[in-house]
């Protein structure tokens, strides 16, 4: 049954979940940070629309999240890019554990960090890069996507309905999978879902 978890529900799932990482060092790191916030006193996802000048994914949902630094940990990176877009800082302390590795179609291996934030007070998104900053209550995330068959792939495109439109993988597949793991303590594998093909690039 699922069950809208606190920190330390959250914690002690995330703890016990047997992380899958993709060995591919060919390809460019990153992490993003899947955020949980408190919102009007429930646990809510730090979701952002990405600016329309960014010169990829303009426009889309995301995590706050990016490419790594030479040396930086995926820890590290979500840390410093949760910082950079929405003006949240928070440390490793606040860390409760990795999911598994995303590859995507545009040549990353992307790693979701889990950080529990708690009340952010006055979120600030960076005018470059975050049109706006949304915490959605993750009793709306925690439902069953929708799986949509496309011609250009042999893999189901993910989908989660949010805010009348839709969320989209990567970040579908992470949300999901988090979602799985701290609310319902449960394990499902979503490397395999694909993104849709606007996404590709």
Known sequence: MALIPDRATAAARLRDFPRRAAARPELRQA???VCVTCSDGAPALL???RAEGMR?????????GGRLDDGETPVQGALRELAEEVGLDRGPADVLGVLDDYVTRSGYVMTPVVVWAGETGTLAPAEAEVA?????????LDVDPVLVTI???DAPVVRLPLLGGWLHAPTAAVVLQFCRIACRGEVERVAHLEQPVFAWR
């Open 151 to 153: 011609p250009e792939s």
């Open 31 to 33: 992490a993003v940070a």
């Open 56 to 64: 990829a994914h303009a426009g889309q949902w995301a995590l706050p």
């Open 132 to 140: 706006a900053a949304y915490q959605v209550p993750l009793a709306d």
């Open 47 to 49: 979701l952002t629309r």
